[in-house]
């Protein structure tokens, strides 16, 4: 395994196991999110991201090992107090029945709200800033179940903005989005950990965007790390072909000068004249 030195981190793992009743699926993991940095997780299916993350966000309990936060351990801290910290925005989440996209964002905010602690204008101040980080303003009044994928992807994510976590786990948070929409949630979210300081840790399926948006990158084969670092350290012709099992070349992205995955098809090799010796 390829690794820069370990660096500052309010979240880690320590020898973690993971896993379902039909069994383990990360394995004694060790991994320390760098405070303040853009970390994306990488991998090809069903190798452990989603479960990693779920560990990490205190929803999946460990088999063994430990998910810390801020030193002590994730999952003997109150809900409420890790709410305040650390926000996640899962996979294909469901909003309530005829709940509008204002109120699903507002409930960004119930970690904050005490017992007796009414709403206030900070309350207000956020969810709109939220709104209008994620292009959703005029969405405000639609009920979240009429709205496309999308739409219904970028309300999810300002519900997360609302809660004004000092973490933020994303995972997928580009699903349904095309191109265009992808480049402008990773910017958005880019500009927040700019700005804020905001430490993101995001699971996504494209390489080439991950490299270009990640300041620390790791790499999952078999719920096992394989490499982590910066993109240009983890993204090399040796370390993609382990975890995607994928022919490939890397170059220099023109745009970011960050390195740019070409994948070399089977089709494209056989169709390749043999070479020929020189006399």
Not at 144 to 173: K, N
Not at 194 to 217: C, E, F, K, Q, W
Request: a negative charge; charged letters at 20%.
């Amino acid at each position: 395994m390829t690794s820069a030195t370990a660096p500052a981190t309010r979240l880690s793992a320590s020898r973690l196991t993971l896993g379902y009743a039909d069994g383990p699926i990360v394995t004694d993991l060790d991994l320390q999110v760098p405070d303040g940095k853009v970390t994306v997780i990488v991998g090809a299916n069903a190798c452990g991201k989603s479960t990693l993350l779920r560990g990490l966000a205190r929803l999946l309990k460990p088999q063994s090992g430990v998910v810390l936060l801020d030193g002590e351990v994730i999952h003997r801290q109150p809900t409420k107090h890790v709410a305040r910290i650390l926000g996640l925005l899962p996979q294909n989440p469901i909003a309530p029945e005829g709940v509008t996209v204002v109120d699903l964002v507002g409930r960004g905010r119930h970690p904050h709200h005490g017992a007796f602690q009414r709403w206030t204008s900070v309350d207000d101040e956020a969810v709109a800033e939220a709104l209008e980080l994620t292009d959703t303003l005029g969405l405000a009044d639609r009920v979240v179940d009429e709205l496309s994928g999308g739409q219904r992807q970028r309300v999810w994510i300002a519900m997360a903005l609302a809660q004004g976590t000092d973490l933020l786990l994303l995972d997928e948070p580009t699903t349904y989005l095309d191109v265009a929409h992808q480049v402008e949630m990773l910017d958005l979210l880019a500009d927040l950990n700019a700005r804020r300081g905001t430490t993101i840790v995001m699971v996504l399926h494209d390489l080439n965007l991950s490299a270009r948006y990640a300041d620390h990158l790791v790499a999952l084969r078999d719920g096992a790390v394989v490499a982590e670092g910066t993109p240009r350290q983890v993204v090399t012709e040796d370390v993609v072909r382990t975890v995607f099992g994928l022919d490939n070349r890397v170059i220099d992205d023109p745009v970011s000068h960050t390195p740019l995955v070409v994948p070399v098809s089977r089709h494209l090799r056989q169709a390749q004249p043999p070479t020929q010796e020189l006399p």
